[in-house]
């Protein structure tokens, strides 16, 4: 049998989301928070995940947990989806409005899940290069929305993986103008303080993604959507009845409870993000793009994969981006501790030096 005639074209010409696996003991390369759960809350923690009824179906839909993080959003519980993780929200937007011919919009570079879900549900893909201070071109968007009105549009804010949030007018242009749903992913939100949360009731076709990855709870795959309601009521049936497992519900449930701890986490880690951005400016050869989520963007004038592979046999793994055009020697290295952040930056230097 032939097992590739049975799949889909747009899924046999593409490559699946590349994870690096090397075990570095230094890992800076997946955005996540580099800090675990205060000790003095760990074992509240493991007693909250102990108490779920593991031979049980966790509460389908999760209404309880949503109508808490409405609240928090500040939008009504009919407003909120939760997912496992940002990816199945992305996936049950992209399924929902899978019509042929249907097009998803992005522009690049950008969270690669956009791109990889849109084609993977048959939708079209129409990739809207960024401008050459990775900000959104706005002209070139129009003249897409124009010609083929896409279905829906993804806008990371801030982006990844470059980190910074696009112009605000810009984005309010796109959303007034495209007769599709816009998503405005806020998965950094954490970091860069920003939001249009106030500007639902504005824009109709206004959706937005957060996620607790960033936040501390990235094995635990939770993530929101908010929007009208009527758009909820109709990914509601997209979404399976029980997407969002017993264990993620109570930590998310956990989160909210001692959500102050957390957040000063991640004001930690916005010092110490002004740190290594600052060392990294001073390296000859190092470009570090202004950022407003936990990690950097950077460009070098040497041999990124050179660097990149050298990082790693030393035992620190970041990401590599290079390719050639826009992305030429281009890397992303998370903020981590201050011990991490220190220890990539001496190796850098060393490596640069030889």
Same mark, same amino acid.
């Given at each position: 049998?032939?097992?590739?005639?049975?799949?889909?074209?747009?899924?046999?010409?593409?490559?699946?989301?590349?994870?690096?696996?090397?075990? $570095?003991?230094?890992?800076? &390369?997946?955005?996540?928070?580099?800090?675990?759960?205060?000790?003095?809350?760990?074992?509240?923690?493991?007693?909250?995940?102990?108490?779920?009824?593991?031979?049980?179906?966790?509460?389908?839909?999760?209404?309880?947990? @949503?109508?808490?993080?409405?609240?928090?959003?500040?939008?009504?519980?009919?407003?909120?989806?939760?997912? #496992?993780?940002?990816?199945?929200?992305?996936?049950?937007?992209?399924?929902?409005?899978?019509?042929?011919?249907?097009?998803?919009?992005?522009?690049?570079?950008?969270?690669?899940?956009?791109?990889?879900?849109?084609?993977?549900?048959?939708?079209?893909?129409?990739?809207?290069?960024?401008?050459?201070?990775?900000?959104?071109?706005?002209?070139?968007?129009?003249?897409?929305?124009?010609?083929?009105?896409?279905?829906?549009?993804?806008?990371?804010?801030? #982006?990844?993986?470059?980190?910074? $949030?696009?112009?605000?007018?810009?984005?309010?242009?796109?959303?007034?103008?495209?007769?599709?749903?816009?998503?405005?992913?806020?998965?950094?939100?954490?970091?860069?303080?920003?939001?249009?949360?106030?500007?639902?009731?504005?824009?109709? #076709?206004?959706?937005?993604?957060?996620?607790?990855?960033?936040?501390?709870?990235?094995?635990?795959?939770?993530?929101?959507?908010?929007?009208?309601?009527?758009?909820?009521?109709?990914?509601?049936?997209?979404?399976?009845?029980?997407?969002?497992?017993?264990?993620?519900?109570?930590?998310?449930?956990?989160?909210?409870?001692?959500?102050?701890?957390?957040?000063?986490?991640?004001?930690?880690?916005?010092?110490?993000?002004?740190?290594?951005?600052?060392?990294?400016?001073?390296?000859?050869?190092?470009?570090?793009?202004?950022?407003?989520?936990?990690?950097?963007?950077?460009?070098? &004038?040497? &041999?990124?994969?050179?660097?990149?592979?050298?990082?790693?046999?030393?035992?620190?793994?970041?990401?590599?981006? #290079?390719?050639?055009?826009?992305?030429?020697?281009?890397?992303?290295?998370?903020?981590? @501790?201050?011990?991490?952040?220190?220890?990539?930056?001496?190796?850098?230097?060393?490596?640069?030096?030889?």
């Amino acid at each position: 049998m032939d097992i590739r005639s049975l799949i889909k074209e747009e899924v046999l010409a593409q490559k699946a989301y590349g994870v690096e696996h090397a075990a $570095c003991p230094v890992k800076l &390369d997946a955005n996540e928070n580099p800090l675990a759960i205060p000790g003095p809350l760990r074992k509240r923690f493991v007693s909250r995940l102990a108490s779920v009824s593991l031979n049980r179906y966790p509460e389908a839909g999760s209404p309880a947990l @949503t109508a808490r993080f409405a609240k928090v959003f500040g939008v009504g519980g009919d407003q909120v989806v939760l997912g #496992n993780g940002s990816d199945e929200l992305i996936q049950i937007l992209c399924t929902a409005v899978a019509r042929p011919g249907a097009e998803v919009m992005i522009p690049i570079p950008t969270f690669a899940m956009y791109r990889i879900t849109a084609q993977n549900t048959g939708c079209r893909v129409a990739a809207v290069p960024l401008d050459g201070e990775f900000d959104l071109d706005l002209a070139a968007m129009r003249e897409r929305i124009a010609a083929h009105p896409p279905a829906l549009t993804f806008l990371a804010w801030p #982006n990844n993986p470059t980190g910074n $949030c696009f112009r605000r007018d810009r984005i309010e242009a796109v959303l007034r103008e495209s007769p599709g749903i816009v998503v405005v992913d806020e998965a950094y939100f954490h970091f860069s303080g920003q939001t249009f949360l106030p500007l639902l009731g504005r824009y109709e #076709n206004l959706v937005i993604l957060r996620t607790l990855s960033k936040a501390g709870f990235a094995a635990m795959r939770i993530g929101f959507l908010i929007g009208p309601p009527a758009l909820v009521h109709e990914l509601d049936k997209v979404r399976l009845p029980y997407n969002l497992n017993a264990l993620s519900q109570a930590a998310a449930g956990f989160y909210l409870d001692h959500e102050e701890t957390f957040l000063k986490q991640a004001e930690k880690i916005r010092r110490w993000r002004g740190e290594l951005f600052a060392a990294m400016k001073k390296i000859p050869g190092i470009h570090p793009r202004p950022t407003d989520a936990n990690f950097i963007f950077f460009g070098c &004038d040497f &041999d990124a994969d050179r660097v990149y592979s050298r990082l790693m046999e030393r035992g620190i793994l970041i990401k590599n981006f #290079n390719a050639p055009g826009a992305m030429q020697n281009f890397m992303r290295v998370t903020v981590g @501790t201050r011990e991490e952040n220190s220890r990539f930056i001496g190796e850098l230097q060393d490596i640069l030096s030889k």
